[in-house]
C-alpha cells in the first residue's frame, strides 16, 4: 500500500508536469505566431518576426530553468525530504498556471515570462520524484518502477496538446479562451498538492541538515559529459536528437497554421495522434525489436530515419496526408527515446548509473532550452518552416555521429 501510493502520487506529479507542457504547443502558436488570432499578443506597430524571437524564447525558458533546478532540487531533497520538496514544487507549478492564465487575460508578456520560468524551477522535480521511487523500490524493481515516469510523460504530451487546443476553442464552449486549459490545469494541480499533503507519506528517513547543495552542479555535470570519453558520443547524439525535436515541437504549430490552417484544436489533435503513436512504440514495438536487435543496430537506423521522417512533412499537399507520416515519425522517435537511454546505461558500469543518467538528463534539458531560442531567431529570418528543416538535419547529422563511433571497439565491447 505505501508503495502504491508513493507511485502513484510522483506519477500524478510528473504528468502534471508534462501537461502543461503539453498545453503549451497548441496554445503559444495563438500567442506570438498568428497574428489573425483572436489571442494574439503582440502590441500594434510589432513585426511578425518579433513575435517568432519571442515564442522561441518563451519556449526556452521553462527547459532553461529546468536544466538548472533539477539537481538543485534533488539534492535540496536529500536535505530536507522528498515530501516537502514535492509540495514546494507542486505548489510553485500551481501559481505558474495560475499566473500565466493572468498573463494571457491582460496580454502582459513579462508575466507570461516569469510564470514559464517559475513553472520551469519548479518543474525540475523529477530528481526528486526518481529519488522517492529509488527510496521505496528495490534496486532490481526500480527499472519497471521507473517506467511509470516513462508513461506519465508520454500520457501528458497526449493529453496536454489535445485539451491546449480543446479547451482554448470557443467553438466548443463560448466562454472557452487560450487561458482556460491552464486554469484547468491550475485545479487539478491544487487538487493534487492536497493529496500529496494529506497522502504522500515521506520515503527518505534519513534525511540529514549537514549536506551542502551545490548550485552549480548543472554546468558541473556537462563538464562531466565531455570528460567522460567512453561515451562522449552518446551524450552528443542524445543532444543533437533532443534539440532536433526541440526545433520541430517549437514551430510546427505555426507551420500547421500557415500551410494548411490548421486551429488550435486541429494542432492539439495531430500531436495527441503523435503522442499515441509514442506511446504504443515503446510500450509494444520497442519490446518486439529488442527480442532481435541490440540498441546500438536499432538506434543505427532509427535516429536516420527520425530526421528523414521529419523532412517528409514538407511533401503532403493536403492536411488529412500529414497523417501519413505520424506512424514513421512516431517509431522512429520511440526506438530511439527508449534504446539511447539504454545504451548509455550499458555502456558503463554499475557504480556510475545514478552518475550517468543523471548527467544524460542535463544533457537532454539544455538540448531543449538552446534550440526554441535559435529557432525563433531563424524562424524571424527566414521563415518558421525553416525551423522543420533544420530538426531533420540536425538529428540526422546526431545518426550520422552515432554510425561514426558505433563500430568502435569500446561501443562493441559495451555490446
Excluded at 526554441?372 to 518558421?384: D, F, K, R, W, Y
Aim: charged share 10%.
Amino acid at each position: 500500500m505505501f508503495k502504491n501510493k508513493t507511485l502513484l502520487m510522483v506519477f500524478a506529479i510528473i504528468f502534471l508536469d508534462m501537461l502543461g507542457v503539453g498545453m503549451l504547443i497548441p496554445v503559444i502558436p495563438l500567442l506570438l505566431g498568428d497574428p489573425l488570432s483572436p489571442y494574439y499578443l503582440l502590441p500594434a506597430g510589432w513585426d511578425i518576426s518579433q513575435g517568432f524571437i519571442l515564442l522561441g524564447f518563451l519556449s526556452a525558458i521553462y527547459p532553461l530553468m529546468q536544466f538548472v533546478a533539477t539537481p538543485i532540487l534533488g539534492q535540496m531533497s536529500d536535505k530536507f525530504g522528498r515530501k516537502k520538496v514535492l509540495l514546494i514544487c507542486l505548489f510553485g507549478t500551481f501559481v505558474g498556471y495560475v499566473l500565466f492564465a493572468i498573463g494571457i487575460l491582460i496580454a502582459n508578456l513579462p508575466l507570461l515570462f516569469f510564470a514559464r520560468a517559475l513553472d520551469g524551477i519548479t518543474g525540475g522535480n523529477i530528481s526528486v520524484a526518481q529519488a522517492a521511487i529509488a527510496d521505496i523500490t528495490k534496486p532490481e524493481d526500480r527499472a519497471k518502477s521507473f517506467g511509470l515516469i516513462g508513461a506519465a510523460f508520454g500520457l501528458g504530451f497526449i493529453f496536454g496538446p489535445l485539451l491546449g487546443g480543446k479547451l482554448s476553442d470557443p467553438e466548443l464552449v463560448s466562454w472557452f479562451s487560450a487561458a482556460t486549459p491552464f486554469w484547468f490545469a491550475a485545479i487539478l494541480t491544487l487538487i493534487n498538492c492536497f493529496a500529496l499533503f494529506l497522502f504522500l507519506p515521506e520515503t527518505l528517513k534519513n534525511a540529514s541538515n549537514e549536506l551542502k547543495v551545490n548550485w552549480g552542479k548543472a554546468l558541473s555535470q556537462i563538464r562531466a559529459a565531455y570528460l567522460m570519453k567512453e561515451v562522449r558520443h552518446l551524450f552528443l547524439s542524445g543532444f543533437l536528437f533532443q534539440g532536433g525535436f526541440a526545433f520541430f515541437t517549437t514551430f510546427f504549430g505555426v507551420f500547421l497554421i500557415n500551410k494548411f490552417g490548421f486551429d488550435q484544436g486541429g494542432i492539439g489533435d495531430y500531436f495527441a495522434v503523435v503522442g499515441i503513436f509514442i506511446v504504443i512504440t515503446q510500450a509494444v514495438i520497442t519490446r518486439l525489436v529488442s527480442r532481435k536487435y541490440r540498441e546500438a543496430q536499432v538506434l543505427r537506423v532509427s535516429l536516420v530515419g527520425t530526421g528523414l521522417a521529419l523532412l517528409m512533412y514538407f511533401l503532403p499537399v493536403a492536411a488529412w496526408q500529414l497523417y501519413l507520416i505520424v506512424p514513421f515519425f512516431a517509431v522512429f522517435n520511440g526506438l530511439t527515446q527508449a534504446n539511447l537511454n539504454g545504451l548509455v546505461s550499458r555502456s558503463v558500469g554499475a557504480d556510475m548509473q545514478g552518475r550517468v543518467l543523471g548527467i544524460l538528463s542535463a544533457v537532454s534539458a539544455l538540448a531543449n532550452a538552446i534550440p526554441p531560442i535559435l529557432s525563433g531567431l531563424v524562424a524571424a529570418s527566414i521563415g518558421p518552416e525553416s525551423s522543420i528543416i533544420i530538426s531533420g538535419f540536425v538529428i540526422i547529422l546526431a545518426g550520422v555521429i552515432f554510425n561514426i563511433f558505433a563500430g568502435r571497439k569500446k561501443v562493441a565491447v559495451a555490446q
